[in-house]
């Protein structure tokens, strides 16, 4: 781990937005919630759940189930790693639709072909099996993969943390009904079978993005970027992996009748209030707020591990923290990633591959270890070394992770802007960015407002981008650029949006690149930009540094 890697991951401040020169994502600019996207990711993960659950309905043929769920984690996870390493090859793939038509297929036929192994015998019950786990492992991870990049690219955070509570009505809804008399468990399975195509149906609605979170993303070196998905992915494995541990332990093939439960209502109306706080925050860009929700999780997840001795008398109530304690956890999770994907110039489909391939390997494991391990548990095992090893262990994690503390430039409380340096070794003062010299990668020089007002003629920005570009060049945040030229955030993205657009350049770095060009040609013409060759060798040679 660097040096320069000093803050916590996540840390509460007081400071407000202006103070340190950042602004939450998705509050730049209230936009309203788009009930397609909301509904279609809460149509998806209900169907993840949906999937392996609905054949608890019938528990006569239930024997040989919990392999396919298994199986089902491992391909989602082999699915994702090449998708991590070929992001840049598998993001325009997810985007289109035939990918993601044939995703929804092989999660409706996965779903179908569950129950059918469940009625099979020998070897057409081991090939059944087999074939859904391969065809639900390979959906549950891509498909997910492709609404978190729409999203991403979309900035719409409060439509994200909606769609996790809205999952969890529809759960709770369908759960209920499964269980009425009236209601054949068939008719849950073709509900399970429908909805991933109803997902799919509102994701390739979805017109293409544009502008995305609207934030000037700040370049980082790959060492910080390394150290940063490393920290993230050992809090993901070490808490997902106690909650998977800790839900099979508590409920041990009873998810649906807790989802149905009393107590899940209780917990419902608690999501809801959760999550109605976390979108106030972040439409007012209160990013203080947000340190309650992995301070909760933290809490939670240790009672739940020391409530391990005492799960037999109250087993409902026991997964109810562990759920809930997930739930923060998850929300924590999902604005980390969109955080570091909106502002970091890195891409979704890199973030979100490791996150949910770490995710789908943890739960397999909490799986495995506790199926390894039920036959001393039926049998009155003590648990209460396992009770105190998993609450060390969760502390560790967070302690790691999720240490509190004070640090600038934090969304959500996470110091992404102390933790990912642009290479440098001190932290940055508030609101000023480095931005390298034109001709020099240190210092502005004498002649950079002279390089920005050519560069400007030629492209033929007004007088206000002029002076966006020149500050921009400076490496100046959004925040200060509104403070030194006296106009609101909005029209500071909105100067700087048209200067990219003219500039042709889709990133800050692209834009100081094509500072730096122009300052080569004008240093060709003895300092004077208008000694140069010509505009035709001049815009080749720009072209050529701006693509070096």
């Given at each position: 781990m660097e040096k320069t890697d000093a803050g916590p991951l996540i840390a509460r401040t007081s400071a407000s937005p202006a103070a340190n020169g950042e602004t939450t994502p998705a509050s730049e600019s209230k936009r309203d919630m788009d009930l397609a996207m909301l509904a279609g990711f809460a149509l998806f993960q209900a169907w993840v759940t949906l999937c392996f659950?609905?054949?608890?309905?019938?528990?006569?043929?239930?024997?040989?189930?919990?392999?396919?769920?298994?199986?089902?984690?491992?391909?989602?996870?082999l699915a994702l790693i090449p998708c991590a390493v070929l992001h840049a090859k598998a993001a325009p793939i997810l985007r289109g639709r035939p990918a993601r038509w044939l995703l929804a297929a092989c999660a409706a036929a996965g779903t179908a072909l569950i129950?059918?192994?469940?009625?099979?015998?020998?070897?057409?019950?081991?090939?059944?099996?087999?074939i859904a786990a391969l065809l639900t492992g390979m959906a549950s991870g891509l498909l997910n993969l492709a609404w978190c990049q729409e999203f991403a690219e979309r900035g719409s955070a409060t439509d994200f943390v909606l769609s996790v509570v809205v999952?969890?009505?529809?759960?709770?809804?369908?759960?209920?009904?499964?269980?009425s008399p009236s209601v054949s468990p068939w008719i849950m399975l073709v509900v399970s079978v429908v909805v991933p195509i109803a997902s799919c149906i509102l994701l390739t609605r979805q017109r293409p993005a544009t502008s995305g979170f609207g934030q000037l993303p700040i370049p980082v070196?790959?060492?910080?970027?390394?150290?940063?998905?490393?920290?993230?992915?050992?809090?993901?494995?070490?808490?997902?992996?106690?909650?998977?541990?800790?839900?099979?332990f508590y409920l041990n093939d009873t998810d649906l009748a807790f989802y149905s439960s009393q107590v899940n209502l209780v917990l419902l109306v608690l999501k809801i209030i959760v999550s109605a706080l976390v979108v106030t925050?972040?439409?007012?860009?209160?990013?203080?707020?947000?340190?309650?929700?992995?301070?909760?999780?933290?809490?939670?997840?240790l009672v739940s591990a020391l409530f391990l001795p005492y799960?037999?008398?109250?087993?409902?109530?026991?997964?109810?923290?562990?759920?809930?304690g997930a739930f923060l956890f998850k929300l924590t999770v999902l604005l980390v990633s969109l955080e570091l994907c909106a502002r970091h110039e890195i891409s979704a489909v890199l973030v979100f591959a490791i996150v949910r391939a770490v995710w789908s390997l943890d739960l397999l494991l909490g799986s495995v270890l506790y199926t390894a391990n039920a036959p001393q548990f039926a049998a009155g095992a003590d648990v209460g070394p396992l009770a105190v090893a998993l609450a060390i262990l969760v502390a560790i994690a967070y302690l790691f992770v999720f240490t509190p503390g004070t640090s600038n430039g934090s969304f959500g409380g996470v110091s992404l802007s102390s933790l990912l340096r642009r290479g440098t070794s001190q932290p940055e003062a508030a609101g000023d960015a480095p931005g390298p010299a034109p001709g020099?990668?240190?210092?502005?020089?004498?002649?950079?407002?002279e390089v920005c007002d050519e560069l400007a003629r030629r492209h033929s920005l007004s007088g206000r981008e002029t002076d966006v570009l020149r500050l921009l060049a400076r490496g100046r945040t959004t925040t200060r650029i509104e403070a030194e030229l006296g106009i609101s955030t909005n029209t500071v993205n909105t100067h700087v949006r048209h200067v990219f657009q003219k500039l042709d350049v889709h990133s800050r770095q692209e834009l100081l690149d094509a500072v730096e060009a122009q300052a080569e040609?004008?240093?060709?013409?003895?300092?004077n930009p208008d000694q140069r060759r010509g505009p035709e060798q001049d815009a080749e040679l720009a072209e050529e540094q701006v693509a070096r």
């Open positions: 659950f609905t054949p608890q309905l019938f528990p006569a043929q239930q024997t040989s189930m919990w392999h396919i769920y298994e199986v089902s984690l491992a391909v989602s996870a129950p059918c192994s469940l009625f099979a015998t020998g070897l057409t019950a081991a090939a059944l099996a087999t999952s969890s009505i529809i759960i709770y809804v369908l759960t209920n009904l499964a269980y070196d790959v060492r910080s970027r390394r150290s940063f998905i490393v920290r993230l992915c050992v809090g993901i494995f070490v808490i997902s992996f106690a909650d998977e541990f800790m839900r099979n925050s972040i439409r007012g860009k209160r990013r203080e707020d947000f340190s309650f929700l992995y301070r909760a999780s933290f809490l939670l997840a799960a037999q008398e109250s087993a409902n109530i026991a997964y109810g923290i562990t759920n809930c020099s990668g240190t210092a502005p020089g004498p002649d950079l407002d040609l004008a240093a060709m013409g003895e300092g």
